[in-house]
């Protein structure tokens, strides 16, 4: 089994900042070097949708359009954790976030992942 622990959501004022982390355990990283990692947002109403996705050796990333430029993502293989760096938010960046783990391309590209995380709410006001 894959665990994913999230922490480091919060509320914040727009134009502020957040950083999200994630801890990765289980059998899967035996070999991290091999793994995807990525971040995940779902809103009231709305469909979970792809953030930002990382390869397994940190040189190929993905961001959606509505966060380019302002979020961050990045992992530190030896201690199994991928980061997010949200810059500049804005109230539409209200939602849960979930870290997954699965494969680089079809969760950038159908948002399916093959483990989740119990997810972090970030809140950013007006």
């Known amino acids: 089994q894959v665990q994913l622990v999230e922490s480091g959501g919060g509320l914040v004022q727009a134009g502020g900042s957040l950083r999200l982390s994630c801890a990765a355990s289980?059998?899967?990283?035996?070999?991290?070097?091999?793994?995807?990692l990525g971040w995940f947002r779902q809103a009231p109403g709305w469909e979970r949708t792809p953030v930002a996705v990382?390869?397994?050796?940190?040189?190929?990333?993905y961001y959606g359009d509505s966060v380019k430029g302002r979020f961050t993502i990045s992992r530190d293989n030896a201690k199994n954790t991928v980061f997010l760096q949200m810059n500049n938010l804005k109230p539409e960046d209200t939602a849960v976030y979930y870290c997954?783990?699965?494969?680089?391309?079809?969760?950038?590209?159908?948002?399916?992942?093959?483990?989740w995380g119990q997810g972090t709410q970030v809140t950013v006001s007006s």
């Open positions: 289980g059998r899967t990283f035996s070999d991290v070097n091999d793994v995807a």
């Open positions: 990382i390869s397994g050796s940190g040189g190929n990333t």
């Open positions: 997954a783990v699965g494969s680089f391309t079809a969760m950038k590209t159908i948002g399916r992942a093959d483990y």
